[in-house]
């Protein structure tokens, strides 16, 4: 069995660099350094357990007053000025892992409200970056994926479109095409930033790439990972069958029976060792199989 591994995988730049940056900011405050992050630093559970050990505890984010003192870190996936605002008065240090990219999207979406345009964010209303960048542009903000939430609305004079930075570019495209035969003529102007970013389209074009030369696909991220999940459907719109694990314990040596090509992926949330960890695995399955087949 070949085990083939995406070009692209795991980690993001901009995962990278909160872990990092709340990573030296834990070491530096000694045995207790009383950080707690607003919402999980990123959506796997090897990173959270990984933080724990070193101090970081996590609250939910609709729970801000649990944290009485110490600093606060906000993730790659960034924070409303409301929440900062709030964090502020509370007294509590703040640490600003937000993700530079992040950043762009939340600013392209204040600009566009400030120059009167009435502004869509595609992505999950529920993610903590969606939230982000609608808490950024104002409360006129409309977060949706489903074009039957928007169809009906009073056309704007103007009209602002932005992505979250992981979704599928395609599913994007197939949004905005409906919004322009639905606005288009209606509406003055239709603005539309693509602000789905480089490090998810190069993931997500790598795991398209090898889904097209395996028969079976392991994807890995965590189980709340929107990113992965993407990748997931990506696989199976290539006809790869594809399975979304945590780690390896989750694979069935049944799934790679009688298998020639197996390709690994990999969200952006997803650490080094988790990868490594499946692939060691996947390999001691091929070693078994090759040993049952001599004897055999
Ligand atoms: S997925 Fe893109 S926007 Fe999100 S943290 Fe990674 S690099 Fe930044």
Not at 96 to 120: H, N, W, Y
Request: net charge negative; proline share 4%.
């Amino acid at each position: 069995m070949e085990i083939k591994l995406a070009r692209e995988m795991g980690f993001c730049f901009g995962v990278r660099k909160a872990i990092q940056l709340v990573e030296k900011e834990a070491q530096g405050r000694g045995l207790n350094p009383n950080i707690t992050t607003f919402g999980q630093l990123v959506h796997n559970p090897v990173v959270v357990n990984h933080m724990a050990k070193l101090g970081v505890s996590n609250v939910d984010t609709r729970e801000m007053a649990q944290v009485q003192d110490g600093m606060i870190a906000f993730t790659a996936h960034g924070v409303a000025p409301q929440v900062i605002e709030e964090a502020r008065e509370r007294g509590l240090e703040i640490l600003d892992a937000t993700c530079p990219l992040v950043t762009l999207i939340q600013q392209s979406a204040r600009e566009m409200v400030d120059q009167g345009f009435k502004v869509i964010v595609y992505g999950d209303k529920n993610h903590p970056e969606v939230k982000s960048i609608v808490g950024w542009a104002g409360k006129d903000t409309i977060a949706t994926m489903e074009f039957e939430e928007i169809k009906d609305m009073r056309p704007p004079k103007r009209l602002g479109i932005v992505s979250q930075s992981t979704q599928i570019l395609e599913h994007f495209k197939h949004f905005v095409a409906q919004v322009n035969d639905q606005f288009l003529g209606k509406t003055k102007e239709i603005k539309v930033h693509n602000t789905i970013c480089a490090p998810t389209t190069h993931l997500q074009s790598s795991a398209q790439e090898l889904a097209q030369e395996c028969e079976v696909m392991v994807v890995i991220g965590g189980k709340k990972s929107a990113n992965t999940a993407h990748l997931r459907d990506i696989c199976e719109a290539e006809g790869a069958r594809t399975y979304k694990i945590e780690g390896p314990d989750e694979l069935d040596p049944a799934w790679f029976e009688g298998v020639q090509t197996v390709g690994v992926t990999a969200g952006a949330s997803t650490p080094d060792e988790s990868i490594e960890a499946v692939v060691a695995r996947l390999k001691a399955f091929d070693l078994l199989k090759q040993v049952q087949e001599n004897k055999n």
